[in-house]
Each structure stands twice: as C-alpha cells, then as structure tokens.
C-alpha cells in the first residue's frame, strides 16, 4: 500500500503562486508515476500534470507554462509549483500514485 498525503493548498488572489506537495509513504519502491489531478464541484476529475521515475513529465494544456510538476525521487515527495493562477484552477487537487493511490485532497482556491 502507498500513503499520499497532500499539502500547501488555501486562497490565493488571481495572478498569485501556490506550491502544492505530495508526501508518499509505504511501498513506494513499486510507484512509477506521481501525478496532480483536480476536481472543480460540478466537473469531472481531470489530469494536470505527471511525472514518471524518469523524470518525463506531462501537462494539461489549460496549465502549459504556469505549473510546473518536480520531485519524486529525492525525497518521495512530488511539487506542483503553480504560478499566475485564474479563479478556473480553483478545484480540490488530488496527488496520485501510479494512477491507482490518491491521497485526500487539497482545497485551492482563487479568489478576489
């Protein structure tokens, strides 16, 4: 079993930064992939950035050039570094491990 424990999440003004973080525990050796998903009320879930063991990463388009998806290997931990948010990225963001593990989920909110 893996662990997943998000953080860094809260309120933040249009145009400002948060970095969100994913602490993972337990059988870590077997995670390939840490990914960021998130979840606006009333929408689906959707993927906003992955990255593998490898270091390959991969970004919803919406978020292309403002976050930024770093870690995993170092200190089991992965990093959404989110830069010149819009009140559409306000979702609850969620860290997956290997698409199968979720932790419980962070609130951000963007707001004036």
């Known amino acids: 079993q893996v662990q997943l424990v998000e953080s860094g999440g809260g309120l933040v003004q249009p145009g400002g930064s948060l970095r969100l973080s994913c602490a993972a525990s337990g059988s870590i050796f077997n995670i390939y992939a840490m990914a960021w998903y998130r979840q606006a009320p009333g929408k689906q879930r959707e993927l906003v950035a992955a990255i593998t063991s490898g270091g390959s990463t991969n970004y919803a388009d919406s978020v292309k050039g403002r976050f930024t998806i770093s870690g995993f290997n170092a200190k089991n931990t992965v990093y959404l570094q989110m830069n010149s948010l819009k009140p559409e990225d306000t979702a609850v963001y969620y860290c997956?491990?290997?698409?199968?593990?979720w932790g419980q989920g962070t609130q951000v909110t963007v707001s004036s």
């Open positions: 997956s491990g290997n698409y199968e593990y």
